[in-house]
């Protein structure tokens, strides 16, 4: 696409997330005109529409902004597409999306006219979302979804559960990418989590589940999964890696469970002799939100490139957590104390790293605002979109 068709895209599109409730109704308009075209389709997707309106923004805003990166873009639309056939999409679903979401952002209150030129910005831009989601789709040779029975639920915190499945056959995802899961509890609501450990050849999973306050499908997946169940996992998305071909050494920012992804990839480097240095920042509000903080200093004793530092904004577990607050590991850094994107950015700018975060939105949106502050370049700096 040319730069001035981009610029009107991101111009019609910042309209569109400037406030809550336009994002809200842009989403609204998609789906009642995408469903007005293809009432069957209504069925692939939950009853309650409203976690998937708000993937659906963040996803378009994460391509919008991927633009001017037309190879990280294509390999985003690509796992975009594999992901899509668990719902059973076929070729004139994407008709239809892509018919609707001309309508949605005709219906945009926009101070950028819609002309013949803008008209023109969004066909292209809307043929290559579904061009390329739809070729994908069909040139991919691994299932559309695998099957996989929990083996293992432990309750580490009252409203943390770290749960373990075994797939009947591999999912062959990277290190620090993220999985669509359904459970029985919830069908038809799909939820993303990374796993916290590499893929191996045994089709071991683990995932750390957070219970989220009014949510529909994490307090089951803390409260109510068994052993036996059978969970749903569908294609790999994502993009976080470590480049080792650059010579930069690495900092790894986690807020809670947004540890898995950070972790997978750390065991996955611990496989191999040479690694560039990891400073890895795990964050919680409490002291017992670092509820892995054991298993990352034995990594850490047996790989001396990697360096785990813990951080709570809280000195004082809360009245709920009827245990002490546990010293650090021999050897490990001492806990610090405050904002995640404030205690790490105190340190300099870490220009000369590849600096991932993972946590919730809020959370990586603070700190990689903090970080570009202390100086770290924007290009610098990697999370994902979805998760």
């Not at 952002?105 to 819609?114: A, E």
Request: aromatic fraction near 10%; include cysteine; hydrophobic fraction near 40%.
């Amino acid at each position: 696409m040319h730069t001035a068709e981009i610029g009107l895209i991101r111009s019609h599109f910042a309209d569109v997330v400037s406030t809550p409730d336009r994002r809200d109704r842009f989403a609204r308009t998609f789906y009642t005109s995408f469903f007005a075209r293809l009432p069957q389709c209504r069925s692939l997707f939950p009853a309650g529409m409203d976690g998937q309106r708000v993937r659906f923004v963040a996803a378009l805003e994460y391509i919008v902004r991927g633009l001017d990166d037309t190879d990280r873009l294509l390999a985003f639309l690509a796992q975009l597409g594999r992901d899509h056939r668990k719902y059973g999409v076929q070729g004139n679903h994407y008709a239809a999306a892509a018919n609707a979401l001309l309508d949605a952002i005709r219906d945009v209150d926009s101070d950028v006219p819609w002309n013949r030129a803008a008209d023109s910005a969004w066909r292209k831009f809307i043929a290559l979302i579904t061009t390329t989601m739809s070729d994908a789709a069909d040139s991919d040779d691994f299932p559309a979804l695998w099957e996989a029975t929990v083996v293992s639920h432990e309750r580490v915190l009252r409203d943390l559960a770290v749960i373990r499945l075994e797939c009947d056959s591999p999912v062959p995802y990277a290190p620090g990418q993220y999985v669509s899961v359904q459970i029985p509890q919830r069908p038809q609501m799909w939820r993303y989590l990374s796993p916290a450990i590499p893929t191996n050849p045994f089709g071991q999973l683990e995932f750390h589940v957070r219970r989220v306050s009014g949510g529909w499908v994490s307090p089951a997946m803390v409260n109510q999964t068994s052993i036996g169940d059978r969970w749903r996992i569908s294609s790999p998305l994502g993009g976080l890696h470590v480049d080792t071909d650059t010579g930069r050494d690495v900092l790894m920012i986690a807020g809670g469970t947004g540890l898995a992804p950070l972790r997978a990839q750390v065991m996955d480097m611990a496989h191999r002799g040479i690694n560039p240095r990891v400073h890895l920042f795990v964050s919680g509000v409490y002291p017992c939100d670092l509820y892995d903080i054991e298993t990352l200093w034995h990594l850490s004793l047996s790989n001396p490139w990697l360096t785990v530092v813990p951080v709570s904004e809280e000195d004082e577990n809360p009245w709920w957590h009827p245990y002490p607050v546990p010293e650090p590991p021999h050897g490990m850094h001492q806990r610090l104390r405050g904002p995640i994107g404030a205690v790490v950015s105190q340190f300099g700018s870490w220009a000369d790293r590849q600096v991932q975060i993972c946590g919730s939105p809020s959370m990586v949106k603070t700190t990689a605002y903090a970080l570009q502050r202390a100086g770290t370049p924007v290009e610098s700096i990697s999370y994902d979109p979805l998760r």
